[in-house]
C-alpha cells in the first residue's frame, strides 16, 4: 500500500525552505526569493534567477590556482573527489597535477603535468534516513523515498595507465568526510530473499552492489538526467532497517527531485535493469551493465549472475520453486541420496589432459626476484595424464621426456602455470609453451575477481582439502638432498590442481571464503 505525501505538507517543506531564502526577517533571508502578498507563494526576486545558479554544483567552491593566478572553480563536492593531492585534473584541455587541497583556505593548487595515467578517487559512503516522505510496495518489495544524511569519505586514489586502463597503483590519502543531506529511495531486500542468495552460496554483497551500479546506469533514461547526477549505497545489514538495503539518491546537497522522479517509476525502473543485466552479453559484468566508472571500490565486489538471479527474484515476487543453480552456468541440482546422478555438462571436456607443477632449486630471493623465474632450475617436475590416470615424475635432465609427454595431452592445466611453470622450464631446457593448449586457474579466476586466491584457499573451501606443504619447505628440501619428500609434496600439490579442475568442469564453480566469512561460488568455465 503506498502513501503519498498531502499537498499541505509539501507546501509546508517549500515554505521552509523558503524561509531561508526569502527577506522576511528570518535567520539567513538573502533576499532571493520573495513571498506574494497572502504570504502564499513563493516568487524570484530578479527576472533571470537561474543567474543565482552556478552551474558546476551547488554548495562551497574551491578556486583552482596555478603559479598563483586562478584558472578555474570546482564545487565542494567534486574537489575531495576529482582535485585531491595526486590527482590528474585537465582544465581546458591542459593536464594539471594537483600539488595541494587546501581546505581551510578552499583553494586547489596545480601544476601543469603530462603523465601517462590517470587517477580515479576510491572512498567509502555511509547514509543516515532522516525521514520517511513516502512508501510502497513493489511486487512484494517495499520501497521507501525519505530525506538521507550521506557520509562520503574518500580514501584514496588508483594511478592508471592511460593505455588499457591497467592498474598502477593505490595511494592512501588522509582527507576530511563529507557530510550532505538529500533525497533518496531505498529498496529493502527481504530477508527470504537474502537467505534463499546466502544457500545457494551467491555472493550477496555482489549481487546488491552490482544491482546499485545498473540501477544507476538505467534511470537516467526514466527520469532524464546524467548518471554523475545520481548516487548509491548498497548495504548488507542498514542499522536502522535491520536489513540489505540499496540506496539511490541525489548527489546534490539538498536533492533535485530525482530521486522523486525515480520512487514513482520504481517497478519501472527494477525490470528495465533485469532487461540490461540479462540482455548484456558479456559473461561478468561490465561497464554496459553492472560495472560504474565512478565506483569508490573499484567495483569490487560485483558478481552479474548473482544480480540477474536477485532481480528475477524481486521481480517474480516470490522464491523460484526451482533449485536451479546460477541461470548462467549451465549447472545442475545438487544431488542427494536419493537423487538422480546430475546430467553431464553441455561441454565437452578434452579426451586427454594433464596437470602440471613444477618445484625449482633456488628462491626468487636468490635470483634477483620472481621476473628471474627462469634462473630458478627445476627440482622435479610432476604430471597427472589422465589418459593414463596416473602421475609422472621428471628432474631436470629429463626435461625433454615431460615435453613429449605434454605433446600427448589435448590440454595443459596448472595452477600460475603461464607466469611461472612455463618459465621455469623454459630456463631449464628449451620450452615453446604456445605449442601447449593451457588452462591457467589462477588466470580464470583473477578474471573473476580482479584479485588472485592461493590454491590453499581455494582447496580448502572446494575439497576441504589443504597443501601439504610450501614451495620454502620444498627449497630447505632440496638443500638438504630430501629429493622424495618433494616429490611426494609436488604430486600432492598436482592432486589438487586436477581435482580442482574437474571440479569446476563438473559444475561450473570453485568455491571459497570472502571477507565476511562466507562460502561464496566463483562461477568458472572450461
Not at 7 to 22: K, N, P, S, Y
Not at 210 to 222: Q, V, Y
Not at 244 to 265: E, H, S
Not at 465 to 471: H, I, L, M, P, V
Request: charged share 25%.
Amino acid at each position: 500500500m503506498r502513501r503519498r505525501r498531502t499537498a499541505a505538507g509539501f507546501r509546508r517543506a517549500v515554505l521552509r525552505f523558503a524561509g531561508h531564502a526569502t527577506g522576511d526577517g528570518r535567520p539567513g533571508g538573502q533576499g532571493l526569493l520573495l513571498r506574494s502578498k497572502d504570504g502564499g507563494r513563493i516568487f524570484a526576486a530578479r527576472k533571470r534567477p537561474h543567474r543565482d545558479i552556478n552551474l558546476r554544483g551547488t554548495g562551497g567552491q574551491f578556486t583552482i590556482e596555478a603559479d598563483g593566478a586562478v584558472i578555474g572553480r570546482i564545487d565542494e563536492m567534486r574537489a575531495y573527489k576529482e582535485t585531491h593531492p595526486g590527482a590528474v585534473y585537465i582544465h581546458r584541455g591542459v593536464s594539471y597535477l594537483v600539488e595541494a587541497l587546501e581546505i581551510p583556505e578552499r583553494r586547489v593548487r596545480v601544476v601543469p603535468g603530462k603523465v601517462d595515467y590517470y587517477t580515479r578517487a576510491r572512498g567509502q559512503k555511509a547514509t543516515e534516513i532522516l525521514e520517511v516522505l513516502d512508501e510502497t510496495d513493489v511486487r512484494g518489495t517495499p520501497v521507501f523515498l525519505g530525506r538521507l544524511k550521506v557520509t562520503e569519505t574518500v580514501t584514496g586514489y588508483e594511478r592508471r595507465a592511460v593505455h588499457g586502463g591497467q592498474l598502477l597503483s593505490i595511494v592512501p590519502l588522509d582527507l576530511p568526510p563529507m557530510v550532505f543531506e538529500t533525497e533518496g529511495l531505498w529498496w529493502v531486500i527481504p530477508l527470504p530473499v537474502q537467505e534463499e542468495l546466502d544457500r545457494r552460496l551467491f555472493h550477496f554483497m555482489g549481487a546488491i552492489h552490482a544491482m546499485e551500479h545498473a540501477m544507476i546506469g538505467i534511470l537516467p533514461l526514466l527520469v532524464l538526467t546524467d548518471r554523475n547526477d545520481l548516487g548509491g549505497i548498497s548495504i548488507p545489514l542498514h542499522p536502522q532497517v535491520g536489513r540489505a538495503c540499496v540506496f539511490i539518491y541525489d548527489g546534490t546537497p539538498g536533492g533535485v527531485g530525482l530521486a522523486r522522479l525515480a520512487f514513482a517509476k520504481a517497478e519501472e525502473a527494477l525490470s528495465r535493469t533485469l532487461a540490461v543485466v540479462a540482455g548484456c552479453p558479456c559473461e561478468t559484468g561490465c561497464p554496459s551493465c553492472v560495472q560504474s566508472p565512478k565506483c569508490g571500490s573499484g567495483n569490487r565486489p560485483i558478481d552479474k549472475v548473482a544480480c540477474r538471479f536477485l532481480l528475477e527474484v524481486l521481480m517474480s515476487g516470490k522464491l523460484p520453486e526451482e533449485t536451479s543453480c546460477r541461470p548462467e552456468c549451465n549447472e545442475q541440482p545438487q544431488a542427494d541420496e536419493t537423487s538422480a546422478p546430475p546430467a553431464a555438462p553441455a561441454a565437452a571436456a578434452p579426451v586427454r589432459f594433464g596437470v602440471l607443477d613444477v618445484e625449482t632449486r633456488r628462491a626468487a630471493a636468490e635470483v634477483g626476484g620472481w621476473g628471474n623465474a627462469h634462473k630458478m632450475g627445476v627440482s622435479v617436475a610432476v604430471l597427472y595424464d589422465s589418459g593414463i590416470d596416473d602421475f609422472r615424475v621428471y628432474r631436470q635432465e629429463e626435461l625433454p621426456r615431460l615435453y613429449a609427454d605434454l605433446a600427448r595431452c589435448d590440454l595443459v592445466v596448472g595452477f600460475n602455470i603461464n607466469r611461472f611453470d612455463y618459465k621455469v622450464l623454459a630456463g631449464a631446457a628449451p620450452f615453446d609453451p604456445e605449442l601447449y593448449p593451457t588452462l591457467d586457474i589462477l588466470e580464470r579466476v583473477h578474471e573473476r575477481l580482479g584479485y588472485r586466491l592461493s590454491l590453499d584457499t581455494l582447496a580448502k573451501a572446494t575439497l576441504g582439502a589443504r597443501k601439504s606443504a610450501d614451495g620454502l619447505q620444498a627449497l630447505a628440501w632440496w638443500k638438504e638432498g630430501r629429493l622424495d619428500e618433494i616429490i611426494t609434496y609436488c604430486t600432492q600439490d598436482v592432486a589438487v590442481t586436477r581435482d580442482l579442475y574437474r571440479f569446476g568442469r563438473d559444475n561450473g564453480y570453485l568455491l571459497f571464503d570472502n571477507k565476511a566469512g562466507k562460502t561464496v561460488r566463483l562461477p568458472v568455465t572450461w
